[in-house]
């Protein structure tokens, strides 16, 4: 694992996420979105007709809903213009459905994933990768191993022609209806590319699988499904990574991730989203878990002019459990709101949510989270932690939990601080010879170890990294 | 936008409570413009998450609720040396210009909805002005209720250096048919280095809707404490708040909750730092039993210029019936750095092995059961410096647990 470190530790970060690349592509749609535009993107994916019939519905759920404007405190989405966007943009590659071979790949664009980093990861560490750029997958690999066991991994618009039925059956229906919000139903009607993965009954992945989503050309949405079925006694890790250079125009991200977690099934889904400082990020993200299954979200927000996401998880089987990990790092200019819901709706269900958000140079952060305990989820139990540190004068950090509780035996607790970097840990640090740059980014560091521990060490590291290049330069 | 519930009062109505009383212009212009404003008004914000809606009250029928002409009560006074008492009507005569300087100085009268409602319609209220360093006995005010609304208005002014108890209790008197209606709008000025402790304890009948807002400012230095017990009413809606103007300045809002049956209560402590070297400190204990419903919100905001900032915030639910649901949001608004700030909410039941404890000490069950309720409100009891209020409330607690 040390080599991954080192080599990690070497590349220039920063150049990795932010340089950009002539844009180059084979289709891409008007900006705007129209009945027209729907119906190409899905004739372009030579879809079946049901699946544009459920874009074409998504597309008058999305007009028929107002933007959320009223949420309190709520990022400002007055810029975020439908008819500003490129929603569909065709890379120009020769495979559809994603190359197996990086070699495959048009020059520029295996340029760009490998200066981000992730064939060196796939060697490494990853029992699968796929790479979406602009609109589609254009890479996606998995080992043997798993292919023999019957393990799916491929891109979703594959998936749509080689896993109908699967799909016809979870694809935002129960998990995820178009109908959930507005940016939702705008996912329903444009979506293209994002991860299809199907673990069979107790089939172990031991390394995780992962995808790295990169928006290229300037003012696109970019709107990649991922849906994850994990069956009975399974267990998968899922990562997710984006990124995208930054333009003077303002991009918008709209993911829609829907997990069926089975009977006693495990799965864990890891974001490290690093989107650049114009990117709107308004996902959508569930998990229905069965009896004696559990749901893992563990989410690092570090990039995004604006981030929406709330992570939530229906527990529906009995002795069902979920755990959110989440760290937001708000830096000039960007508002996180994140956090986590999470719907208690059988007995014995458990949960724990863990959030650690850091603001600095006028950024903010909001936990936004809920818990629902309905009636007759009895023994059911939720601990709540959240846990904000602030820089500076001009930054804000809020929380903002809410509590429906419908059951009286459960046990139910929330806990938040909010405190300033101790002047006393900083004096502390110098006197041992770190200078203050050093001792806040150590004292940070230690502020997110709990997230950092539960990932893998190439992702720590990773978020490591990040943190130190928000922070560098713009303290002392 | 009210068009919902439009209750039929006119603008003549308003006159005639204006001049029953003999008011100067400047009220009856207030009342009047609060009149007018009640066609953009919004009513109270209630928290909504996906899906639901914590607490309806545009579904009330406000028509029938609220009949301006026939107001009626009963009021009792305690005289406090130190401390003018005085019902609002004899305050704006004796002293107009104080009265006319702070009404409407800490609750907009134009709020929302259900504030400017009342503010057209009052025709109650209390006046209690303590002067520079003084300390006042403590001042208690009983209102019962005897008609099928009322509106009350309390003003509170502590001047600099001066000190104040007072105890508000509400219920209800004579039996009407159907609803009731209550509302009451309590103002609090306390000046520089100034102490108030405002105690409200509310026991209305189980057929009253009821809107409250009370709310105070501190100054440099001052101390604004706010104990709001609920015990009865259908539905009440309760703001507590306290602004923290002045350096040094310091709040600590206590509540306490007992629902049963139907009873909806929709609780709200927010606190807002203004200035340097504030603290506060909410504590809210609450118990639900048959279909009760609690509803709590928690606020602590800090502003950009609240540099040395304490703030803390504790609530716990002790649900007692798998019918009754508590939902609670405690809100952090941090706008700056230097701060120490926590808020931490639970729900629960009695606790099983407290339970089996007293039980294997030979307590049958219930009593057992009812000794942990008593319990459960100790440390909200403790915080209050009245020792009527005090017993008031554990007199209302036993009560409820007999029934």
């Known amino acids: ?476 | 936008m009210s068009t919902q519930v439009h209750p039929d009062i006119s603008e003549q109505q308003v006159r005639t409570i204006s001049e029953t009383e003999d008011e100067p212009e400047w009220l009856l212009e207030t009342r009047l413009d609060a009149l007018a404003a009640l066609d953009e008004l919004e009513m109270p914000e209630v928290i909504r998450t996906p899906g639901r809606t914590w607490t309806n009250l545009t579904d009330l029928d406000y028509e029938t609720l609220v009949d301006p002409e026939t107001q009626a009560e009963e009021k009792e006074w305690v005289d406090a040396e130190g401390a003018a008492v005085l019902p609002i009507h004899e305050a704006v005569e004796q002293h107009p210009e104080l009265v006319e300087e702070r009404f409407g100085s800490v609750v907009d009268p134009q709020r929302n909805y259900l504030t400017a409602l009342s503010t057209a319609l009052f025709t109650t209220g209390t006046v209690i002005h303590v002067p520079e360093g003084t300390a006042a006995e403590d001042v208690k005010i009983r209102t019962t209720m005897n008609s099928r609304s009322l509106f009350n208005y309390t003003l509170v002014v502590a001047e600099e250096s001066a000190e104040v108890t007072i105890l508000e209790r509400q219920s209800t008197g004579e039996a009407v048919d159907g609803h009731r209606y209550y509302s009451a709008t309590v103002e609090v000025v306390a000046g520089n280095n100034a102490s108030v402790q405002y105690g409200s304890l509310q026991n209305l009948s189980e057929e009253t809707y009821n809107y409250q807002v009370k709310r105070g400012h501190a100054a440099d230095d001052a101390s604004v404490e706010f104990i709001d017990g609920n015990i009865g009413s259908r539905l009440s809606k309760s703001s507590v708040e306290t602004r923290l103007l002045g350096e040094g300045s310091e709040s600590r809002i206590v509540g306490a909750f007992f629902g049963h049956d139907e009873q909806h209560f929709d609780i709200a402590s927010r606190v807002w730092h203004e200035n340097e070297h504030t603290t506060a400190d909410l504590v809210t204990r609450g118990v639900l039993d048959d279909e009760a419903r609690s509803v709590y919100e928690g606020v602590q905001d800090v502003g950009s210029a609240a540099w040395d900032t304490s703030s803390y915030q504790r609530e716990n639910t002790l649900m007692l019936s798998d019918e009754s649901e508590a939902d609670a949001s405690p809100k952090l608004i941090i706008n700056n750095h230097d701060t120490e700030a926590s808020h931490s909410a639970t729900v629960g039941q009695v606790d099983d092995e407290e339970l089996f404890y007293m039980t294997s000490r030979g307590l049958d069950p219930e009593r057992a059961t009812d000794m942990l309720v008593e319990g459960f409100f100790v440390p909200v009891l403790e915080e209050v410096a009245v020792d009527e209020l005090r017993e008031d409330l554990e007199d209302l607690v036993a009560e409820r647990l007999r029934n």
Not at chain 1, 143 to 171: I, P
Not at chain 1, 246 to 257: E, Q, R
Not at chain 1, 360 to 381: C, F, M, P, Q, W
Request: with cysteine; charged share 30%.
């Open chain 1, 1 to 476: 694992m040390s080599s991954d470190q080192d080599h990690l530790q070497e590349t220039d970060t920063e150049a990795r996420f932010e340089f950009k690349k002539e844009e180059k592509s084979a289709f891409e749609t008007e900006k705007g979105l129209t009945e027209e535009t729907v119906r190409l993107i899905s004739e372009d994916k030579d879809e079946p007709e049901w699946m544009l019939e459920r874009r074409l519905r998504a597309l008058e759920q999305y007009q028929e809903m107002p933007m959320p404007t009223d949420w309190p405190g709520q990022p400002d989405l007055s810029e975020v213009d439908i008819d500003e966007i490129v929603p569909y943009i065709r890379p120009d590659i020769e495979t559809r459905g994603g190359a197996e071979e990086w070699e495959d790949l048009p020059e520029e664009i295996q340029d760009t994933f490998d200066k981000l980093g992730i064939p060196e990861a796939e060697k490494n560490a990853l029992s699968g990768v796929g790479a979406q750029y602009e609109s589609e997958i254009v890479y996606q690999n998995m080992q043997e191993r798993w292919e023999e066991k019957g393990v799916v991994f491929c891109d979703m618009d594959r998936a749509v022609q080689e896993h109908e039925d699967l799909v016809r059956e979870h694809f935002m229906t129960t998990c995820v209806p178009p109908s959930d919000n507005k940016f939702a139903a705008l996912h329903g009607a444009v979506w293209s590319g994002g991860s299809f993965v199907y673990v069979p009954e107790d089939t172990t992945v031991e390394m995780p699988v992962q995808a790295y989503f990169r928006m290229n050309s300037e003012g696109m949405g970019q709107f990649e499904h991922t849906l994850i079925i994990a069956e009975e006694g399974s267990e998968v890790h899922y990562i997710e990574g984006c990124s995208a250079p930054k333009y003077s125009a303002f991009n918008l991200h709209s993911g829609g991730v829907e997990v069926f977690v089975g009977e006693n099934a495990h799965v864990q889904y890891s974001t490290v989203q690093n989107w650049s400082k114009n990117t709107y990020n308004l996902n959508t993200k569930r998990a229905i878990c069965e009896a004696d299954g559990t749901m893992e979200w563990v989410s690092g927000s570090m990039g995004s002019k604006a981030t929406m996401l709330y992570p939530s998880t229906v527990l529906k089987g009995p002795a069902a459990t979920d755990n959110h990990i989440t760290i937001a790092f708000a830096g000039e200019g960007q508002n996180i709101d994140t956090g986590a819901k999470v719907y208690h709706n059988a007995p014995d269900t458990k949960s724990t949510i863990e959030s650690k958000s850091i603001s600095k140079d006028g950024g903010r952060t909001n936990y936004r989270g809920l818990v629902h305990i309905a009636d007759g989820a009895e023994d059911s139990k939720t601990n709540v932690e959240c846990d904000a540190l602030m820089f500076d004068n001009e930054s804000t950090s809020d929380t903002m939990p809410y509590m429906e509780i419908q059951e009286n035996e459960v046990d139910v607790a929330h806990e938040a601080t909010v405190g300033k970097i101790g002047d006393e840990d900083v004096f502390y640090l110098q006197s041992r010879g770190l200078d203050d740059d050093d001792a806040k980014q150590m004292i940070v560091a230690g502020f997110i170890e709990p997230i950092t521990e539960e990932l893998p060490i190439e992702y720590a590291v990773e978020l490591n990294r990040l943190i130190e290049l928000e922070m560098e330069g713009s303290l002392g």
